[in-house]
């Protein structure tokens, strides 16, 4: 069994940034692919960035070369560096668990954090 907390969210400007942390419970983590999700209002929750138990990443294009995903195995947490926010970052994000070195799907979801950006 793995719980993942989420924490980091807020309101922000456009042109700002936060970094959203996940921290997971449970054995064996460091074996673990992690990503973010986010669901705005009204629409379908979609994949934002994925990371490898060897920590190679991926993105989707809307946010490649502002959000950064990273992992700290020592402490069992994931990270999300989010700049240059736009509005359509609201959203909703969150963390997931695959119960295998590369992402797939989730196994296990954290309860989401809520990310938004207005002026």
């Known amino acids: 069994q793995v719980q993942l907390v989420e924490s980091g969210g807020g309101l922000v400007q456009p042109g700002g940034s936060l970094r959203l942390s996940c921290a997971a419970s449970g054995r064996g983590f460091r074996f673990n692919a992690m990503a973010w999700y986010r669901q705005a209002p009204e629409k379908q929750r979609e994949l934002v960035a994925s990371?490898?138990?060897?920590?190679?990443?991926n993105y989707r294009d809307s946010v490649k070369g502002r959000f950064t995903m990273s992992r700290d195995n020592a402490k069992n947490t994931v990270y999300l560096q989010m700049n240059s926010l736009k509005p359509e970052d609201t959203a909703v994000y969150y963390c997931?668990?695959?119960?295998?070195?590369?992402?797939?799907?989730?196994?296990?979801w954290g309860q989401g954090t809520q990310v938004t950006v207005s002026s």
């Open positions: 990371i490898s138990s060897g920590g190679n990443t």
């Open positions: 997931a668990a695959a119960l295998r070195p590369v992402w797939t799907r989730g196994d296990y």
